[in-house]
C-alpha cells in the first residue's frame, strides 16, 4: 500500500461512520469496475433524478441580450 493510500485510509477512520461508508461505496466502485466510466453514488442519482424533476430555470430574453451587450462593451 502505497504511503498517500495508508494517509488517506487513517483520515477515513476517524470519519463518521455514514462518511466512512460513502468513502468506501467511492473506492469499490473504483476498484471493482473495469471501466473508465465514473460511477454515481445512490445520492448522487437521487440528487439528479430531483433536479431533472425541477422546472427548468432560464434567464428572461433581455437579461441575457443586456449581459453579451455589457461584455461587448467592456
Given at each position: ?50 433536479r ?6 432560464y ?16
Amino acid at each position: 500500500m502505497t504511503e498517500r493510500l495508508e494517509r488517506a485510509i487513517a483520515k477515513l477512520r476517524r470519519l463518521p461512520p455514514d462518511r466512512q461508508n460513502e468513502a468506501a461505496d467511492l473506492l469499490l466502485s473504483v476498484v471493482e469496475d473495469d471501466s473508465d466510466t465514473p460511477r454515481l453514488t445512490p445520492q448522487q442519482i437521487a440528487e439528479v433524478e430531483r433536479r431533472l424533476g425541477e422546472p427548468p430555470r432560464y434567464a428572461p430574453h433581455d437579461e441575457v441580450r443586456a449581459f453579451f451587450q455589457q461584455k461587448a462593451a467592456e
